[in-house]
């Protein structure tokens, strides 16, 4: 099976930062993409960053210029840098991993059981 986890969610102030991490473990044979999505109360899930395989990266519009996704191939995890942090960044966060299990063609999509992040002064 494949499992994943985040962490690192909480309370900020605006302006301010979180760093949320998801880590990827299990019977894992290839990753093609990890991504984080978020979704508000009474909102659709939207796309907050993804990154691919070969390093590549893209950006929901709202979060351009203020996070940064990053992955560590060696350890199967991803971090997202969530700086000057604005109060409609409240949201439940969720980690997505895009891949297939180990000794699998199909590629699956495995989602983590979602972080909390609220941004209120």
């Known amino acids: 099976q494949v499992h994943v986890v985040e962490s690192g969610g909480g309370l900020a102030q605006p302006g301010g930062s979180l760093r949320l991490s998801c880590a990827a473990s299990g019977s894992i044979g290839s990753i093609n993409a990890m991504a984080w999505y978020r979704q508000a109360p009474g909102k659709q899930r939207e796309l907050v960053a993804a990154i691919n395989a070969g390093g590549a990266t893209k950006y929901g519009d709202s979060v351009k210029g203020r996070f940064t996704i990053s992955r560590d191939k060696a350890k199967n995890t991803v971090t997202l840098q969530m700086n000057s942090l604005k109060p409609e960044d409240t949201a439940v966060y969720y980690c997505?991993?895009?891949?297939?299990?180990?000794?699998?063609?199909?590629?699956?999509?495995?989602w983590g059981q979602g972080t909390q992040v609220t941004v209120s002064s």
């Open positions: 997505n991993l895009q891949g297939r299990r180990l000794f699998m063609t199909r590629a699956n999509n495995y």
